[in-house]
Each structure stands twice: as C-alpha cells, then as structure tokens.
C-alpha cells in the first residue's frame, strides 16, 4: 500500500537559510584533548522573560519541509529563526500545557568585541540523545554573521538548556560545523576536522593537524580513521585510541548502537562498542541516503538505488519488509518504532510500522518531524506535537452539526 498527502499547510514564513558554524582558531598539534573554558558565565533567564504563543509565530513550507525554524525536541516546542514573529537573535521554548513560549536572546559577551549587524542569524539545532544529555536536552546554536565562509567567520557558537539557561558561549569555533551525535565537528572538510568539541559542555574533545590521515566522526564515542598510504580503515574512540581494524568500505555512517559500511555491493553492520560485525545485507544503496537504525525497535532501514526502501532486523541482519517509495531519494526518519518516508517537494509521505512494515492510518496535516515523543504537525496553522500512540490509533472525527442531524 502507498500513501500520499495532500499539499502542505500553508503558513507565512521566511525563506530558510541552511548554515552551520565553527572555529577561527588555529588547531593546535594533534594530541591530548584541550578543554576549552566558556567566554561567557552561564546565566539563569529572567523571571521576567517576554513570551508568545504558537499563535504568534509560522514558517515558510521551504523552512517547514528542511525541519527549520520550528524544532521539536526532547517533547518540548522551540521557535527560532527563520521563524517569523520571533527576532534573529532569539528563540522561545513552549509549555506543553499552556502553549505559552518564553522567548530568549542570545546576548554576546561583552569582552568580545563582536559588533551585530543585519546580517546576523541564529541557527538552532537539538541534542536530545540521552545518553549525552543525562540532564535533558540541550540546544545547540550558532549566531554569527552570514553567509559563513569556508575559512570561518565572525559570530559565536554556545547551547542552553530548554528552561533558557546558558550552558556554554565561545567565540573561537566559528567555522562550517556539523552536528554529530551531541559531538560540534568543526572544520571545512567532513572527513578533515579541525576540531571536536562537546556540544553540551562546550570542552574541546579533540583537535587535529595531520593532513595526511581521513577522520570520520561517527557518534560521541567512536571515529574511523583513514591513514595515507592505505593499510586499512581502523575504528577509534575520540581520543584517536584505536579499538579495532575494520573490512575496508567505501564510506561508514552511524546510528544508535550500530556502524554502516556502505560499499557497492552491500552493507555491513557493526558493533558500535567494538567493531565487531554483526552482519552484511546484498544491498546496492540510493548513493543519496545514509542507513537508518531504531534501538527500541531493533530495526535497520535501508534505500536501495531504486528507491524501493528495506528493513532489517538489527541483531540478525535478516530483512523484515520491503516497501517501494514512489519518489526518488526518499527522506527516512527513525523513531516511536515507525519509519517515515517522505518527500516535501514530491507532497509524498508514508508512515509505517517499524517491525511489519504495515502503513499506519495516514494523516490529516503532513508530518513536519518524528521523534520518541511523537510527531511535528501543523494544524489548523499552529505547530502541535501529535503523540506517537495518536499516529497508530487516531481519535475517530468529532461529528458536525449536519451529521448529527
């Protein structure tokens, strides 16, 4: 069974301006990681905070289908740019009951020496793993000025906690950054970082100055190292200790508990822990898609390089469901046990269950984002988180006056 929404909500909004951050500062030799200090105190928000509601804010449909401006994380509702109704130095966090957000801005520190001008925007990310955010979790953001150079620019990166305390601010990491499992990898390459830092605590984890070796960051725990020469891709932790050799492939992604290499022919699946595989699935990938896992589900997700879209168990490696997508280069996302497979510029969008593969009742208003406490969705304009047992189990449609009649 295929399912397809209907066009997407309308709402009001600014254009999306897709841009990470990073690091001015000059790595220092490869070695020990070097703690960074914070240039600015954490801070407590005012009692006397300004707020909104999510009546007050919308984003554009290209900001909506790039899961911008309007976060969810953790199972809490977040408004930053480029939302509109909110400023670009600002950000709200909402409460679940009243629907009432307290906005936040984000404040240089005074000793900086930085000037904001027109051109200042502020990218928001969430890290809600918890096994990097025991406290809860945490928002990651980058204000500086754009658009952002390759050799980096002016502007800070820091992250607050959902109750709008400052956890962390530097202004010596403003280079492109990607967001990697709680882990800020810095630098203009992917497979060439600069630097690792902490997202949460804001500590240099590890710095780099070899040009002569490929340093992918996997998760928060573990790298696959390439040196020059050849010999063999070799799995490490952070600190580049090495924990073992790994099968040559031609590229490795992580999810949860779970190491993908990806070559031509297959997929290999490893143990995160140790790099011990588990085991290869005859799979010729969508060169576009990365796999997917669900720890809770115990579920591995895969896109063939015809779109038709794989699931796997994860501890035997043995497939449990096909699903041909009616789009190229589908977008999957993991969580709740169900799989999403969309595409916002196609108006295609499918939800399925994890373990069977059975399409779950397809929704009224398309799904902005999936995540463990359940799903983003516009409705009736407003951003509303949908629970995840509501998708399986939707309440039947109140009766209008006509029908009761």
């Given at each position: ?158 992250a607050y906690s959902l109750e709008g305390q400052l956890l962390w601010m530097r202004d010596d990491i403003n280079m492109p950054s990607e967001l990697v499992d709680g882990l800020l990898v810095l630098g203009a390459a992917p497979n060439q970082p600069d630097l ?32 020059a020469g050849g010999g063999g891709p070799v799995l490490t932790d952070i600190s580049g200790e090495r924990v073992r050799k790994l099968r040559t492939s031609g590229s490795f992604f992580a999810d949860d508990d779970l190491i993908f290499g990806v070559n031509f ?141």
């Amino acid at each position: 069974m295929r399912g397809r929404l209907g066009a997407a909500v309308a709402a009001a909004g600014v254009t999306v301006l897709l841009a990470t951050a990073g690091c001015t500062a000059q790595p220092e030799a490869d070695g020990d990681p070097t703690p960074s200090p914070s240039t600015s105190a954490p801070s407590s928000p005012s009692p006397t905070a300004p707020t909104l509601t999510l009546d007050d804010v919308s984003v554009s449909g290209t900001a909506m289908a790039n899961r911008g401006g309007i976060l969810l994380c953790g199972d809490r509702l977040v408004a930053a740019p480029p939302t509109s109704g909110i400023e670009n130095n600002a950000f709200a966090v909402f409460d679940e009951s009243s629907g009432q957000g307290e906005i936040t801005h984000v404040e240089l520190p005074a000793d900086s020496g930085l000037k904001v001008n027109a051109r200042w925007l502020l990218v928001m990310e969430c890290v809600d793993n918890p096994e990097v955010t025991s406290d809860g979790p945490v928002l990651s953001f980058a204000y500086q000025e754009m658009p952002l150079p390759e050799q980096g620019g002016v502007g800070v990166r820091g992250a607050y906690s959902l109750e709008g305390q400052l956890l962390w601010m530097r202004d010596d990491i403003n280079m492109p950054s990607e967001l990697v499992d709680g882990l800020l990898v810095l630098g203009a390459a992917p497979n060439q970082p600069d630097l690792v830092v902490d997202a949460v605590t804001g500590e240099t984890l590890r710095d780099f100055a070899s040009p002569l070796r490929s340093q992918v960051v996997l998760n928060h725990r573990r790298m696959v190292v390439r040196r020059a020469g050849g010999g063999g891709p070799v799995l490490t932790d952070i600190s580049g200790e090495r924990v073992r050799k790994l099968r040559t492939s031609g590229s490795f992604f992580a999810d949860d508990d779970l190491i993908f290499g990806v070559n031509f022919r297959d997929v290999v699946a490893l143990r995160s822990s140790d790099g011990k595989q588990l085991w290869s699935f005859p799979i010729r990938l969508d060169p576009l898609s990365v796999p997917h896992a669900d720890k809770e589900a115990q579920v591995s997700v895969l896109v063939d390089h015809n779109y038709v879209v794989h699931a796997v168990d994860s501890r035997s490696g043995e497939q449990l469901w096909a699903f041909p997508a009616e789009v190229e280069n589908p977008r999957i996302t993991m969580a709740a046990g169900m799989v999403l497979i969309d595409k916002r510029d196609d108006d295609y969008q499918v939800l399925l269950d994890a373990r069977t593969g059975s399409p779950l009742p397809e929704t009224v208003e398309p799904i902005v984002d999936l995540k463990d406490a359940g799903a983003l969705m516009f409705i009736d304009g407003v951003a509303t988180i949908v629970p995840a047992e509501e998708l399986r189990n939707p309440a039947p449609p109140t009766p209008t006056t006509a029908e009761e009649d």
